[in-house]
Structures are given as structure tokens and as C-alpha cells.
T-cell receptor, first 116, second 119 residues
Framework: EPEVTQTPSHQVTQMGQEVILRCVPI?????FYWYRQILGQKVEFLVS????????KSEIFDDQFSVERPDGSNFTLKIRSTKLEDSAMYFC??????????????FGAGTRLSVL | AQKITQTQPGMFVQEKEAVTLDCTYD???????LFWYKQPSSGEMIFLIY??????QNATEGRYSLNFQKARKSANLVISASQLGDSAMYFC????????????????FGTGTLLAVQP
């Protein structure tokens, strides 16, 4: 069964460093998402991406964040200068077509980011 | 604004018993989708079941069923014959309406219910 793949599974970084979280969505999917889950809290939407551009972003997704689909398969989330409060689990998700009513978002296993 | 409410922070159930996890939602849009995801201690988000707002019947997927009461805006997850492996966090989520051009299909999540299955 096709799946969304995220690497690394755990990233430890120093405050102020840049990190890139990587995702390989399901191959025939067209819409891509990043979500964040701070430990013990609910999952929050960060950004959606379609046709090589951001289609929507939340208030969390400020200038420190960026997304890119550099090569047609990878979908990356970059945090330019990490802060302690960026420590969270980051999930990538994808769907094939937003028009379908039964449009299940498949999630990757997540990247746990720890900012020290 | 759309909102998902899960009022049970934690639930216990005996193995082989059925359990109902509550979810209520709020939206003014007529077209929406409701999802349940399971998050085991390992952290991944596993899709369980989907209910569309126009679906005539309650969704079922194996041991999972969704008790969809549209007028009450509730979409409770029923797990029958609980197994030890069902112990996990369960999230209810809603997808925004499809009937306008700017919809991005983002999901709005509830705060989750931690289910513990006891032997």
C-alpha cells in the first residue's frame, strides 16, 4: 500500500539553526500539507501546497517557515532559525484530488523535532 | 468558524468490550467530511474511518463504525470487541467545505481521547 514517507524520524538541533524536514508524498497525489503537534496537544495545520505554490497557511506559518517541492517527489519544510517552541512532531500529509468528497489525507509517521 | 470538540480526555475499556469515543463538531457549511485517526504511542497518524456530510448511512470499517447524528452534529467512533492494540490516542477531525473555490482540504482536529484497553 502506498505511503507517505518522512525523514528523519527524529531531529535534534540547537536553537537558531536551520532544519529541513523531508517528505515523500504518495506518488499520484497532488495536494500536500504540513501539520504540527506540540507534545500532548492537538494537531495543528501549518500549510497546504498545490501546483508548486502555497494555497493556504496558518498563523503559525510565519516568515521562519518555508516549503518547497524541489524535484517532483520530495516535499520539504524548512525552519530558518529554530526556536525552543518549534519543538514538536511535524506531520506531512497528501491527497490525490481535493474535489473528491471522500478525500482521505494520508499522514507520514512524523518527524520529531527537538530544539535545544 | 469550524470546530471539533472531544470531551473525553481519557477512557478505559475492558478487552473484548465495545467503546464509544465522542466527537461533536460545529460548522455552518452543508458539505463537510469527518475523519477519525488513531495515534499509537509510536506517534504516527493512522486513518480509521470517514463520514461525508451527505452520506446516507453510517460509515463502517471492520471493527470501527461511526455513529453519525447530523442534527446533533456528532460523529462518535464506536470500536467493537476492543483489543489491547487499540490502546492509543484517537483524534476526530473535520475537513472544511468543498463548495467554494478556495478550499484547501485542510483538517481541523479535536484535542483527542486517550483510550486504554485493559486485559
Amino acid at each position: 500500500e502506498p505511503e507517505v514517507t518522512q525523514t528523519p524520524s527524529h531531529q535534534v538541533t540547537q536553537m537558531g539553526q536551520e532544519v529541513i524536514l523531508r517528505c515523500v508524498p504518495i506518488s499520484n497525489h497532488l495536494y500536500f500539507y504540513w501539520y504540527r503537534q506540540i507534545l500532548g496537544q492537538k494537531v495543528e495545520f501549518l500549510v497546504s501546497f498545490y501546483n508548486n505554490e502555497i494555497s493556504e497557511k496558518s498563523e503559525i506559518f510565519d516568515d521562519q517557515f518555508s516549503v518547497e517541492r524541489p524535484d517532483g517527489s520530495n516535499f520539504t519544510l524548512k525552519i530558518r532559525s529554530t526556536k525552543l517552541e518549534d519543538s514538536a512532531m511535524y506531520f506531512c500529509a497528501s491527497i490525490r484530488d481535493r474535489v473528491l468528497t471522500k478525500n482521505i489525507q494520508y499522514f507520514g509517521a512524523g518527524t520529531r523535532l527537538s530544539v535545544l | 468558524a469550524q470546530k471539533i470538540t472531544q470531551t473525553q480526555p481519557g477512557m478505559f475499556v475492558q478487552e473484548k468490550e465495545a467503546v464509544t469515543l465522542d466527537c461533536t463538531y460545529d460548522t455552518s457549511d452543508p458539505s463537510y467530511g469527518l475523519f477519525w485517526y488513531k495515534q499509537p504511542s509510536s506517534g504516527e497518524m493512522i486513518f480509521l474511518i470517514y463520514q461525508g456530510s451527505y452520506d446516507q448511512q453510517n460509515a463502517t470499517e471492520g471493527r470501527y463504525s461511526l455513529n453519525f447524528q447530523k442534527a446533533r452534529k456528532s460523529a462518535n467512533l464506536v470500536i467493537s470487541a476492543s483489543q489491547l492494540g487499540d490502546s492509543a490516542m484517537y483524534f476526530c477531525a473535520m475537513r472544511e467545505a468543498l463548495n467554494y473555490g478556495g478550499a484547501t482540504n485542510k483538517l481541523i482536529f479535536g484535542t483527542g481521547t486517550l483510550l486504554a484497553v485493559q486485559p
